[in-house]
């Protein structure tokens, strides 16, 4: 049985980050773990490109635009939404995420989730360096060994003459 498992390795690949401005007190932070963890991990600061949007809803549009350059070896899309006291939370969160996982398949390339939807401030304060760490961090990390992972995968398949048709 063969089994895979990419690491964390960023060296001589390209990768965006694209922060979503609203709650930037928040969402700086992210960018900021983000970019630290793929720099720490062997990717070139210049290799690392960050891209900023008005909010969380504009993230799957900016994202789906740098799929298309065809560029990255993966793209993390950091953001925050905290719940207030209308429904938009639950629109904006979950269309964000779901623009975001339909660019992960329909690409195929990897997108690192680090999207905060908290009740309070506070909530999101703690995950973006605080007592719950860094999302932004966490989301690269993955991010990460998903591109090592499918370059693993792509050299299996290429080396193995087998097309998967059986």
Same mark, same amino acid.
């Given at each position: 049985m063969a089994e895979f498992s990419g690491s964390p390795a960023g060296a001589g690949r390209h990768f965006a980050v694209v922060g979503s401005r609203f709650n930037d007190t928040v969402t700086t932070k992210l960018v900021e773990g983000?970019?630290?963890?793929?720099?720490?991990?062997g990717a070139?600061?210049?290799?690392?490109?960050?891209?900023?949007?008005p909010g969380?809803?504009? !993230? +799957? +549009?900016?994202? %789906?635009r740098l799929l298309t350059l065809d560029r990255?070896?993966?793209?993390? $899309?950091? %953001?925050?939404v905290i719940r207030g006291e209308t429904p938009?939370?639950?629109?904006?969160? %979950? @269309?964000?995420a779901r623009g975001l996982a339909d660019l992960q398949r329909d690409y195929a390339v990897p997108i690192g989730f680090? !999207?905060? &939807? &908290?009740? &309070?401030? @506070?909530?999101?304060?703690?995950?973006?360096? %605080?007592a719950h760490g860094n999302k932004g961090?966490? $989301?690269a990390l993955a991010a990460l060994e998903m591109a090592d992972l499918f370059v693993m995968l792509d050299t299996v398949h290429d080396d193995s003459g087998d097309d998967g048709t059986g």
């Open positions: 983000a970019v630290n963890c793929l720099v720490k991990h070139a600061f210049d290799d690392v490109d960050v891209i900023w949007v969380a809803w504009e !993230l +799957p +549009p900016a994202v %789906g990255y070896a993966a793209i993390v $899309a950091v %953001g925050a938009h939370f639950d629109f904006v969160a %979950g @269309e964000a680090g !999207l905060l &939807t &908290t009740d &309070t401030e @506070e909530q999101a304060d703690a995950r973006a360096g %605080g961090w966490d $989301a």
